[in-house]
């Protein structure tokens, strides 16, 4: 099953970090967050990948193509040209690199994968969110409920402190950042069956609006609840709290 993810996007709302490079390649740790999607889905079983590039798509093409030398020690003959590789750092990794466009779509992006994506079901996900979700179980969950789509929900977590009130206004309880109880959103995180692809008409295609709801009114959109740690780097303080999470050791999607 093919892994298929994201990585296109402008990340306007991380400019000061993204203005040189693409929000995948954002560190965690030192490594790009996309490696750290990678090594999750890796630790399940599926290292097939297909990485749909836009924005600074060459950057993530560079990593790639020479990440043996990121991950390795290297002597250089520069004589007679050759190279010897120590402490090789490789991954059992295949991975596809496609332009999908500057300005493409999420939906036209899958759109203009289909060649590569085959006739299987496929696994998709956003090059920016980490999470403790179990991919096997959600592959089983997909394969029970026999829908187009399944989607992981979650409840993020709160940016603020949540008072509880009692009379007169005394604060009875105080939570630190809760989970909205009400709130279920995307997380990404999706196990899809390959007819999808014939619901999205062009690039200009939102695949969360247009195909995805689609499916939810044909009843073929279902949910995997997902109560663990959950979080996007979508902003400075995002960035900042998974690298404090990585640096203490407590980086709740580190499975390998």
């Known amino acids: 099953m093919k892994v298929v993810i994201l990585a296109g996007g402008f990340g306007t709302r991380l400019s000061e970090e993204t203005s040189m490079i693409p929000k995948p390649m954002l560190e965690i740790g030192g490594m790009p967050v996309i490696w750290h999607i990678m090594k999750m889905y890796s630790h399940h079983g599926f290292n097939d990948f297909v990485i749909l590039l836009g924005y600074k798509g060459y950057v993530i093409k560079e990593y790639f193509c020479n990440y043996f030398l990121h991950q390795s020690d290297v002597t250089v003959d520069l004589k007679t040209n050759e190279m010897q590789v120590h402490n090789n750092g490789s991954e059992p990794w295949k991975v596809t690199l496609l332009d999908t466009g500057l300005h493409t779509m999420t939906g036209g992006r899958l759109r203009r994968a289909a060649a590569h994506i085959s006739d299987a079901p496929f696994l998709l996900t956003y090059g920016d969110g980490v999470a403790d979700v179990d991919i096997s179980a959600l592959v089983e969950f997909h394969r029970v409920h026999k829908k187009q789509v399944t989607v992981t929900a979650v409840q993020p977590s709160g940016r603020f402190g949540a008072l509880g009130f009692g009379e007169n206004n005394l604060v ?72 404090e999470l990585w640096d203490n050791d407590k980086a709740p999607w580190k499975n390998w």
């Open 172 to 243: 009875e309880n105080f939570m630190e950042k809760p989970k909205s109880e009400a709130a279920w959103v995307s997380g990404g995180f999706f196990v899809c069956e390959p007819e999808i692809l014939t619901l999205i008409d062009s690039d200009t295609t939102v695949f969360e609006q247009g195909p995805l709801s689609g499916l939810a009114q044909d009843n073929q959109l279902v949910a995997r609840k997902h109560n663990g740690f959950w979080e996007c780097m979508d902003t400075l303080r995002d960035k900042n709290h998974l690298n």
